[in-house]
């Protein structure tokens, strides 16, 4: 069993049943998934920069990304519909435990200036979602390696409602939000 799987049935649920009162164990939020994606829009001119992306978010994640094509064409950017233009990983279970452990451990203390995560990034819902610059943080990804610097977004998305609740489990896992 993961690390924050345990800590989360150990100690979050019942943090989370006190705090919040539920009477129930299963009426307690937890996260369902987390969704990563990387946007590039040169992967349409260029396959290396697509295959690229793939290699390290399959380093970073441990699962293969799917491909991910244009919806619209659109002609500024010279792309047209069906084109390949990103990546993304969508991590459930087990997986999904061992990410936030990475990322909450590994990578994020290693961006320089670090602050902390934004309190802005929760929908109605309760999910969080944030963006990161450089795939680069992550120990998986050899720094040799890296030929096209690409930025990744990150939903961890939850069951619990209203972002007062979603804001209250993330800071049970110990993500690092900015002070104030």
Do not use: W
């Amino acid at each position: 069993m993961p690390r924050f799987q345990e800590r989360y049935e150990q100690k979050i649920v019942p943090v989370l049943m006190k705090e919040h009162g539920y009477k129930n164990k299963l009426a307690v939020p937890r996260l369902m998934k987390i969704v990563i994606n990387v946007g590039c829009g040169e992967a349409a001119h260029d396959a290396k920069v697509l295959e690229q992306a793939q290699r390290d978010l399959s380093l970073i994640c441990g699962q293969k990304p799917v491909v991910t094509r244009a919806k619209k064409a659109v002609s500024n950017f010279k792309i047209k519909e069906g084109d390949a233009v990103g990546c993304k990983v969508t991590l459930r279970r087990a997986r999904m435990y061992e990410f936030l452990d990475r990322l909450i451990t590994i990578a994020l203390p290693r961006i320089r200036d670090f602050r902390g995560l934004s309190r802005k990034g929760f929908d109605s819902q309760g999910n969080y979602s944030f963006g990161l610059k450089d795939q680069s943080i992550f120990a998986e990804v050899r720094l040799d390696d890296i030929h096209f610097p690409m930025g990744m977004d990150i939903a961890l998305v939850s069951t619990s409602g209203t972002p007062e609740v979603g804001r209250t489990l993330l800071e049970q896992f110990g993500l690092p939000f900015e002070k104030g």
